[in-house]
């Protein structure tokens, strides 16, 4: 499986930005389909965006229009962009991936995951 390193967490603003990034390493993620999910505290992991190898998108509905999902090959790096966000956005999240088929929506269809990074918006 791939390793995966999350970065660029922190505190910030209601309205402001981060972006965050997943190194990735052991393996070519060059197939994989990449993700990030979210969990704050007492609630269930939720999905956040996914990016597939041909560079597909597809984000879950409280993030549409805000977040921004891409990867750098050479890089073997995925960032996710956040903007204009709130106090709801607050949690760790974490980056994922893996080469197999399923709803990217479920936990259980990803293999890989991170260790996460925190990101607290203040209101």
């Known amino acids: 499986q791939v390793q995966l390193v999350e970065s660029g967490g922190g505190l910030v603003q209601a309205g402001g930005s981060l972006r965050l990034s997943c190194a990735a390493s052991g393996r070519t993620f060059s197939n994989y389909r990449l993700g990030w999910f979210r969990q704050a505290p007492g609630k269930e992991r939720e999905f956040v965006a996914t990016?597939?190898?041909?560079?597909?998108?597809f984000y879950a509905d409280a993030v549409q229009g805000r977040f921004t999902i891409s990867r750098d090959g050479a890089k073997n790096t995925v960032y996710l962009q956040m903007n204009s966000l709130k106090a709801e956005d607050t949690a760790v999240y974490l980056c994922?991936?893996?080469?197999?088929?399923?709803?990217?929506?479920?936990?259980?269809?990803?293999?890989?995951w991170g260790q996460g990074t925190q990101v607290t918006v203040s209101s």
């Open positions: 994922t991936g893996t080469t197999a088929s399923g709803p990217a929506q479920l936990p259980s269809t990803w293999g890989s």
């Open positions: 990016i597939n190898w041909m560079g597909g998108t």
